[in-house]
C-alpha cells in the first residue's frame, strides 16, 4: 500500500473513531447520546454550560421547568415557534 492510500486510511479511521465516542458525539439523531451530552455540545454553545446565557440573544435555560422547556422544544421542533429566533436558531437543531 502507497503512503498516499495509508494517509488516506488512517483519516478515514480516525474520523469514524471519533463519530463513535458517544460522550463527545454531536449527532442529535442518535438516541444513544445522552441529554447532557447533548446539552454539553450544542445547547451550551449559545445558553452557556450552566445554562446562563451571556448574550441577550439567547435566554437563560437554568432554572426553567422542564415541562416548559420541553414544550418550547416540541415547538421548535414542529416548527410552530414563529418567533425570529425560531428561524434563525433553532429550527436547524
Known sequence: MN???L???AVAAAVLAGCGNL???RDLGNPNVSATTLAQQICSN???L???AVSPNFP???GQVEAYTV???NGFKSHNRQDPAGFEYMWGL
Open 23 to 25: 460522550e463527545r458525539s
Open 50 to 52: 450552566t445554562g446562563n
Open 71 to 73: 414544550a418550547q422544544l
Open 3 to 5: 503512503f498516499a492510500r
Open 7 to 9: 494517509s488516506i486510511v
Open 60 to 62: 437563560k435555560l437554568a
Open 46 to 48: 449559545c445558553h452557556g
